[in-house]
C-alpha cells in the first residue's frame, strides 16, 4: 500500500521464461510492502500448457497475493491474442486501488520504480496514465539520447529517429536493443542505474500512441467507464495512450526515474536471443532475494 492506496500488479501472462525474471522483482516488492497483490492475466494459447502450468506453479505457494485471473467467460476471443489483454480491465474498478501492469517480458526493475511509478500516479490527479521509464521503449529511447543518457551518433550509435512508438531505429532494430542492454546491464553492475534517468519527467503529445509494457492507472479512471472497466475502444493501447486521455481531458506523462527493462519487441529477437542477455538479467533477479 502507497499513500493509502492499495497496489495491485497485473501481468497479462504467455511466457514462463521471462515471468519468471519477472517473478523475483514481484516477490521482493511485496516483501517491501509496496505491492499488495500480483495477478497474473491468463492469456495463453492451447499449445503453451507448460507456460500455464508455470502460472499455477508461481501461483501455489503464494495464494494470498498471487492471483490467477482467467478472461471473462462472455467474451469472444479475439486474434491476435494481444487483443484479449483489453479484458481484463473488467476486475480493475476499485477506486481505493492504483493498478500496475507489467509486461511478462520487464526483466529488470530499480529498487524504487514501483513506488515512483504510484507515488506520481497519485500526485498527478489530472493524468490518465503514468508510465514507467521504459529501458527498450522507441519513445523512451528517443528521449534518452536527447538528453544524453543515451549514446547517439557521434558515439557510433543509431540515432533514434522520432519520438514514434514504432520507430525504425527504437522499435525494429536488434542491434540498438542489443546496445541499450549492455548499457543498463553494465550500469546494474556498477550500482549506477540512476545515472540514466531523465532529467525530469515527461508529458506526452497529445494522442501521443505509446508502447504500454509498464504504467500505472487508478482504478477510478476503469469505474468511470460504461459499464465499469468495459474498454470503450477495442484495443488496450489505443485506449490508454489515444482514445481515452482525448476523450476525458487527461494528460499522460513518462516518470523519469521509474526504471524498468523491456526485453524485446519481436523485430528485435533475431539479434536479442541471439546473446546471453535474458541469462544476465535472470541472475540478477535471482540474486535480489538471496
Not at 536493443?177 to 556498477?190: N, P, Q
Request: charged share 25%; net charge negative.
Amino acid at each position: 500500500m502507497i499513500n493509502g492506496k492499495k497496489v495491485v500488479a497485473f501481468t497479462p501472462y504467455g511466457r514462463k521464461n521471462t515471468v519468471s525474471v519477472l517473478k523475483e522483482y514481484m516477490l521482493r516488492e511485496h516483501e517491501k510492502g509496496v505491492i499488495d497483490e500480483w495477478w497474473l492475466c491468463l492469456n495463453t494459447d492451447p499449445n503453451q500448457a507448460a507456460d500455464l502450468k508455470y502460472a499455477y506453479q508461481i501461483h501455489k505457494p503464494h495464494k494470498s497475493w498471487i492471483k490467477i485471473v482467467e478472461r471473462p467467460r462472455d467474451v469472444v476471443r479475439l486474434t491476435p491474442k494481444q487483443r484479449n489483454t483489453g479484458y481484463f480491465y473488467r476486475y480493475m474498478t476499485d477506486v481505493d486501488t492504483v493498478y500496475v501492469r507489467f509486461d511478462d517480458d520487464i526483466v529488470y526493475l530499480h529498487d524504487d520504480a514501483i513506488k515512483r511509478l504510484v507515488e506520481a500516479k497519485i500526485r498527478m490527479g489530472s493524468t490518465l496514465t503514468c508510465f514507467a521509464y521504459i529501458w527498450n521503449n522507441a519513445v523512451c529511447s528517443w528521449f534518452g539520447q536527447k538528453h544524453g543518457k543515451i549514446p547517439g551518433a557521434s558515439e557510433g550509435w543509431p540515432e533514434v529517429e522520432q519520438s514514434y512508438c514504432m520507430d525504425s531505429v527504437g522499435w525494429a532494430r536488434g542491434d540498438f536493443a542489443v546496445k541499450l542492454h549492455e548499457l543498463l546491464l553494465s550500469k546494474i553492475a556498477t550500482g549506477s542505474v540512476d545515472e540514466l534517468f531523465l532529467y525530469q519527467d515527461i508529458p506526452l503529445a497529445p494522442r501521443q500512441q505509446f508502447s504500454v509494457s509498464c504504467f500505472a492507472v487508478d482504478g477510478v479512471d476503469y469505474a468511470a467507464l460504461t459499464p465499469p472497466g468495459h474498454l470503450d475502444y477495442p484495443e488496450e493501447e489505443h485506449w490508454h495512450t489515444v482514445h481515452r486521455p482525448e476523450k476525458v481531458n487527461k494528460d499522460n506523462v513518462i516518470v523519469g526515474d521509474a526504471l524498468v527493462s523491456h526485453y524485446t519487441f519481436y523485430p528485435q529477437q533475431k539479434e536479442v536471443f541471439a546473446t546471453d542477455i535474458l541469462d544476465r538479467y535472470r541472475k540478477i533477479a535471482e540474486g535480489i532475494n538471496v
